[in-house]
């Protein structure tokens, strides 16, 4: 069984009028985690997404986006950034999502973003090995520059091209144990595979944790925080969870 290190952030949620309130401060690495400064939402969660070049970083985060999938996408350049609200359990979910460049050359601009984020998505081309034995090096990269209860998440992208496969799921189950890592699913963009689902079991996780920090036991209802994330496997046919 996966698990997660315990750790928490603390939103600041907004009333009618919203006075102007000085920022929140738990002793935690950053000060702004998860503050709604306006009455447009409830949470505010800044995602960074990571991973070795030409993984299909950039076509996950423009479907989450707009639906759409493009075939064509150039390198990014440095960080490219996204926005969508989420309506989750009647709250409004702001997410920011970071799209980073898998190249070396960018490494000391993309380092930078990781000290704002509250959780971190490490994306993998499951028909390319060698993405996957990177992982090791993200999970570092986020471990040194990322504040302490960073939530990561792990996705093997193009599951569409499961006969092209490089990566068992099982091995992506192992490593995710190992690393104490939220969730492991294997998503698509191209045939619109757990896109959405990976955004929102994050937010999800985000919420909860954010509850647990204030002591809001409401908060949370149906949103029971669970160290057994969700395991999803793609294929020719549907696979049972990874109890790892």
């Known amino acids: ?71 064509t996408q150039h390198n990014t350049v440095g960080v490219d950034f996204t926005v969508r609200s989420l309506h989750i359990d009647g709250k409004r979910v702001k997410m920011q999502v970071w799209d980073t460049a898998g190249q070396e050359r960018f490494r000391t601009i993309t380092q930078s973003y990781y000290r704002s984020a509250h959780a971190a998505i490490i994306a ?62 294997e998503t698509s963009a191209k045939e619109s595979r757990n896109v959405d689902e990976v955004f929102v079991l994050m937010a999800k996780e985000l919420m909860a944790r954010n509850s647990l920090a204030l002591g809001s036991e409401g908060a949370l209802g149906s949103l029971a925080l669970d160290s057994s994330p969700v395991l999803v496997g793609q294929g020719p046919r549907a696979k049972a969870p990874c109890h790892c």
């Open 1 to 71: 069984m996966l698990t997660c290190a315990p750790g928490s952030l603390v939103p600041t949620q907004m009333s009618s009028p919203p006075p102007r309130s000085p920022p929140v401060t738990t002793g935690m690495p950053f000060s702004s985690l998860a503050r709604a400064e306006d009455e447009n939402f409830d949470f505010l969660f800044k995602v960074i997404l990571v991973g070795d070049s030409n993984v299909g970083k950039t076509c996950v985060v423009q479907h989450f986006q707009s639906g759409i999938f493009r075939d």
């Open 124 to 185: 993998y081309d499951l028909t390319r090995r060698s993405t996957f034995e990177s992982i090791p090096h993200w999970i570092q990269e986020v471990e040194r520059y990322g504040a302490a209860n960073l939530v990561v998440m792990l996705i093997g992208n193009k599951a569409d091209l499961w006969q092209q496969r490089r990566v068992l799921f099982e091995d992506a189950c192992t490593l995710a144990e190992k690393h104490g890592l939220l969730a492991v699913l």
